[in-house]
């Protein structure tokens, strides 16, 4: 985790799984109708299928979904990872968050 936050910070993250949300969706350029939360997929996405008209396809989605094997981090999980880093690092990731918090409706973790 600490490799990740003091690789780069300057608004792009050397590792690209770091980049906000909010600077690879242009969410200030696109007009969204709709926003799926990750942690909610799986009351959100019937609904998601449903308003494309791809609700018949809906198996699909489902045979895919998590095909990676790795489950959810809990918040337990990620506190224990957040309550490695400084309190320097733990505020760079609130800066660097903080426009996300704010347009996908979360709030930072306090550890």
């Not at 242009?26 to 308003?51: A, M, R, W, Y």
């Not at 309190?87 to 409706?105: H, N, R, S, T, W």
Request: aromatic share 12%; glycine share 6%; charged share 20%.
């Amino acid at each position: 985790l600490s490799s990740g936050i003091n690789a780069e910070y300057g608004g792009i993250i050397a590792n690209g799984h770091w980049i906000p949300a909010s600077q690879w969706l242009d969410i200030c350029q696109n007009d969204f109708n709709l926003v799926v939360k990750l942690e909610n997929g799986d009351l959100e996405t019937p609904h998601l299928l449903s308003v494309l008209n791809l609700s018949e396809h809906s198996e699909l989605y489902w045979s895919r979904a998590n095909a990676s094997g790795s489950k959810s981090v809990s918040n337990h999980e990620i506190e224990r990872y957040l309550k490695q880093l400084t309190f320097a690092q733990q505020k760079i990731l609130d800066d660097m968050y903080a426009f996300d918090y704010e347009v996908f409706g979360y709030e930072p973790f306090s550890v």
